[in-house]
């Protein structure tokens, strides 16, 4: 009888290890699906894309260079707020994008608000970037 109580309780202590290890991939994994990806192209002296609207959450930058002719960037701040001290860094591109090659940010949390999105090596405008 000690026996059976003995490998029961392993059993049960098993599973509900091997649950919890579930419970916590299946977390990450829906952490992981929760960043969603903006894709922008640059051609020279501009973006593509004018202005955008986005949701509240986490996002990846992914910058395109069309054909500048030389490495571009991303910069990404606050509208109003667009000098250096106040630029959101972890939307910089991990590395300066090179011509006809496409470089991404790390992943950028933003909340409600306006902001101004440009490079400021291809020189381009600033757009307006809505999180609503």
């Known amino acids: 009888m000690k026996k059976i ?3 029961l309780v392993l059993f ?8 919890a290890q579930h ?7 829906m952490m992981k699906n929760d960043v969603k990806t903006v894709s922008l192209e640059q051609t020279k002296g501009e973006f593509t894309q004018k202005s955008l609207t986005l ?3 986490t996002y990846i930058f ?11 960037g991303f910069v ?13 860094k972890s939307a910089y591109v991990t590395e300066v994008v090179k011509n006809n090659t496409t470089g991404h940010s790390n992943k950028v ?13 291809n020189p ?3 757009y307006t970037l809505l999180v609503k």
Do not use: R, W
């Open 5 to 7: 109580i003995a490998i």
């Open 12 to 19: 049960v202590g098993f599973s509900i290890t091997a649950q």
């Open 23 to 29: 419970n916590t991939m299946k977390k990450e994994t």
């Open 55 to 57: 949701s509240e959450g």
């Open 62 to 72: 992914e910058i395109a260079n069309a054909n500048v002719g030389h490495d571009v």
């Open 76 to 88: 990404l701040a606050p509208k109003g707020k667009t000098d250096a001290a106040h630029h959101i």
């Open 109 to 121: 949390k933003l909340a409600k608000g306006e902001y101004v999105y440009f490079c400021p090596l």
């Open 124 to 126: 381009t405008p600033q």
